[in-house]
């Protein structure tokens, strides 16, 4: 959310990815009915607890066609599940840091480097249960 909107449930892109996570509408067609808004309106992912419950579902997709591979999960969140597969297979890397070295788009190389940067703050400020250490 820190890096989609900065927190913002009104953020609209460019390219239409609407509120706190970002979600284009194609996307969140495809996970509306797993989050239970089987009456989804464009509109509707400007409201905090749409978008995170559908958010959520689609990050879980994510982190599992990717193994838990943070880089690859921010990466095809960023540029799509293709091209992170794409990459993957291209540089089968042993750390995940080599995975992101070799993203293919300058733009999506560094969202996935600020996403983990915040991932590593966000890790240090909370424990596993998101209290304040």
């Not at 509120?19 to 067609?29: E, F, N």
Request: charged residues 30%.
């Amino acid at each position: 959310m820190k890096q989609e909107s900065s927190f913002r449930a009104n953020a609209k892109s460019p390219a239409g990815a609407r509120g706190l996570i970002q979600l284009v509408y194609d996307t969140a067609i495809k996970y509306k009915d797993e989050a239970k808004y089987p009456r989804l309106q464009p509109d509707d992912l400007y409201d905090p607890e749409t978008n995170i419950a559908i958010g959520s579902i689609y990050i879980r997709t994510l982190k599992d066609e990717f193994g838990g591979m943070y880089e690859a999960i921010a990466a095809s969140y960023n540029a799509g599940e293709d091209n992170s597969a794409r990459w993957l297979a291209r540089t089968q890397p042993k750390e995940p840091g080599v995975f992101a070295a070799e993203v293919g788009f300058a733009e999506t190389k560094n969202y996935v480097f600020k996403v983990m940067n915040n991932y590593r703050v966000y890790r240090e400020l909370y424990d596993e249960s998101l209290n304040r250490r």
